[in-house]
């Protein structure tokens, strides 16, 4: 229920479990076996809206504060070392940053070259969208800065120039929310970053980076919106 889309990896919903691949993948089989889930590509699970409603409402009265926020933390650990992995290797010139070490029962994509992790992007575009938004929204600035830097280089690539502006917004606002000041950002998402010229784009992912990774030591994740 934690997962946003209508789609699940088997890595992502592994490491919202926590639990090996192996396990991971024996019970989503069951599911698919019984028609709660639908198997549309090796390892990519499809499910109804009314099920992704119900296993969110099962998540909140069933698990207690601590374990939605230690799934949470696990899911958008996933979506943003498998993101940074796959931008290493679409970009590999750029100059990397630091990412703290993904929390334990993660499980992290692994690309063969630069083709599967463009492919990547290309599947997971809706899921790591949404993974920006929740970060966010959960409190886990640091890493809805992190996953903007990782997207950008993708973004600008395709050509999304709406879902980059909305994402670096998201990532600016982060930025100022761990530097604790008002940050001077256009009422609409894309008023003023649609002037930019799109490669750009990946300046306001570096500049977001630059005032993350000097606050978020000092002010880590703390939930500010469950």
Excluded: M
């Excluded at 996953?147 to 999304?160: I, K, P, Y």
Aim: aromatic share 8%; net charge negative; hydrophobic share 45%.
């Amino acid at each position: 229920g934690l997962h946003g889309g209508d789609e699940v990896t088997l890595a992502a919903a592994a490491s919202v479990a926590g639990i090996p691949t192996t396990r991971a993948r024996r019970l989503l089989s069951e599911l698919a076996e019984t028609h709660l889930l639908t198997e549309r590509f090796p390892g990519r699970y499809g499910f109804h809206d009314l099920l992704h409603a119900y296993a969110a409402e099962q998540t909140l009265t069933g698990d207690s504060e601590s374990d939605r926020r230690a799934a949470t933390r696990r899911l958008l650990d996933h979506h943003l070392h498998s993101a940074y992995a796959a931008d290493r290797l679409v970009y590999p010139h750029r100059d990397p940053i630091a990412l703290a070490p993904a929390a334990a029962g993660v499980t992290v994509r692994e690309f063969a070259g630069h083709t599967e992790a463009l492919d990547w992007f290309t599947a997971e575009r809706a899921a790591l969208l949404s993974a920006v938004e929740q970060a966010a929204r959960t409190g886990f600035d640091a890493h809805a800065c992190h996953l903007a830097w990782a997207l950008s280089d993708f973004l600008n690539l395709r050509g999304h120039r709406h879902d980059q502006a909305v994402v670096q917004r998201t990532a600016l606002e982060a930025a100022a929310r761990l530097q604790n000041v008002s940050a001077k950002i256009p009422d609409h998402p894309g008023a003023q970053h649609y002037k930019i010229h799109a490669f750009d784009f990946p300046l306001l992912a570096d500049r977001a980076i630059e005032v993350c990774d000097t606050y978020s030591s000092i002010a880590p994740d703390v939930p500010h919106a469950l």
